[in-house]
């Protein structure tokens, strides 16, 4: 088990040497000679044009599962603050590590991002991976799948969290083939059974819930749906152990270039998974020009538009605005479903909202079973009357 130079193929091109973000391999005598400080975590098996580089990393089978130790979350940056879905999993990974004797531990990537460990430690965390570099201030699939993978082969954590966000969806699934381990993508609950993680998660269109361990292969590993899990209040005199690891990228060896991001909302716009009050509209919108009037409500109560996949599926709203399974989940302290039926589909992503209000038509609509306030009639009629009322109520103050 382990990495070999195969010195009849190796060309001593050094592209092993940029792609290695451990700084393991150097060039000696025209050849590619592995470290000590190798992690196996294979960035250079990819980038090799020779297939000159043997990896060889321990089967399943062949793990000593004791030696896996530790539950860890990858904590998720937005710009240069740390995503509220990473709280949430720090909250969870306490209290799966408090329940196996086990310590919590968090991996963050970025340019500079040691400042932030005292933000993610208040949440209950152990220790700090951290890595800065200034190559890993935009996510990039390959660097940090490659950093993750080394790391976790290194430190061997039982337990692996990721947020089911486009990140995190991304990047835990190359992580999990990269060691050959599973992963329950977008679970709704955790726990610990026997031992192990059992990972619950919507199947069958939302029908029924699945529940799922990995009794064989370490670390176990699953991916969060934001705004499932609860946030334990934070407290500022825990300090977290800090362990600083050396990355070394070279932009010349990254696979892939980021030209340009481009925004889908407007600049200070909340991001509908972390706004405190939601305005969703669905079918009965009949048209993208009448989301105006949803709009307008927003923006009386400083809320977020969102929309049921109908309304997406008809082109009214951009995907980014879907709430719902196959969307986003959100929890806010307000979520107010207009025209939306409440099929099971969408009820997974907002029915942990606080307050739930429901306009509609149909009194026979499921979106009434999970609401705290129903109105039967024209949303057509009642929104505006809703909005007026509103802003009467809000000018006094």
């Not at 270039?257 to 889908?264: A, C, D, R, V």
């Amino acid at each position: 088990m382990g990495i070999e130079i195969i010195l009849d193929k190796c060309t001593g091109c050094g592209l092993c040497v940029k792609a290695c973000p451990f700084a393991a391999i150097n060039i000696k005598d025209k050849k590619a000679e592995i470290e000590a400080n190798c992690t196996l975590c294979g960035s250079c098996v990819e980038i090799c044009k020779f297939d000159a580089i043997l990896l060889e990393r321990p089967k399943p089978s062949d793990k000593d599962l004791s030696e896996y130790k530790d539950v860890w979350i990858f904590v998720e940056l937005r710009e240069k603050d740390i995503k509220k879905v990473s709280f949430e999993l720090a909250t969870k990974a306490r209290e799966i590590a408090d329940t196996l004797g086990e310590r919590v531990g968090a991996v963050i990537l970025g340019g500079k991002v040691k400042h932030l460990c005292d933000d993610i430690a208040a949440y209950g965390v152990d220790v700090i991976y951290t890595a800065e570099n200034e190559n890993l201030i935009q996510y990039n699939t390959s660097n940090y799948a490659g950093i993750l993978t080394g790391l976790i082969l290194k430190y061997k954590p039982n337990i692996v969290l990721f947020p089911a966000t486009h990140l995190g969806r991304d990047l835990a699934p190359r992580v999990a083939a990269a060691l050959e381990v599973g992963l329950t993508a977008d679970c709704t609950g955790l726990s610990i059974k026997d031992g192990l993680l059992l990972q619950t998660r919507p199947a069958f269109g939302g029908n029924i819930m699945a529940d799922i361990i990995s009794p064989s292969a370490r670390p176990q590993m699953a991916t969060i749906r934001p705004n499932v899990m609860k946030v334990q209040s934070p407290d500022s005199s825990r300090k977290a152990e800090i362990i600083s690891i050396p990355v070394d990228i070279d932009p010349k060896a990254m696979r892939i270039i980021i030209k340009e991001i481009i925004k889908t909302t407007e600049s200070g716009t909340k991001s509908l998974d972390e706004a405190d009050i939601v305005i969703s509209g669905g079918r009965g919108m009949d048209s993208a020009e009448n989301f105006k009037i949803l709009e307008d409500l927003a923006e009386t109560i400083n809320g977020v538009v969102g929309a049921s996949r109908a309304a997406v599926d008809a082109g009214w709203r951009p995907r980014s605005d879907q709430v719902g399974q196959s969307g986003k989940t959100v929890s806010p302290k307000l979520y107010i479903a207009c025209g939306i039926s409440g099929k099971i589909q969408h009820q997974v992503g907002m029915k942990s909202s606080d307050t739930i209000i429901a306009i509609n038509t149909d009194p026979e609509a499921p979106i009434f079973d999970i609401a705290d306030c129903g109105i039967v009639g024209d949303l057509f009629e009642v929104v505006p009357i809703l909005n007026d009322e509103l802003k009467k109520n809000l000018s006094k103050d």
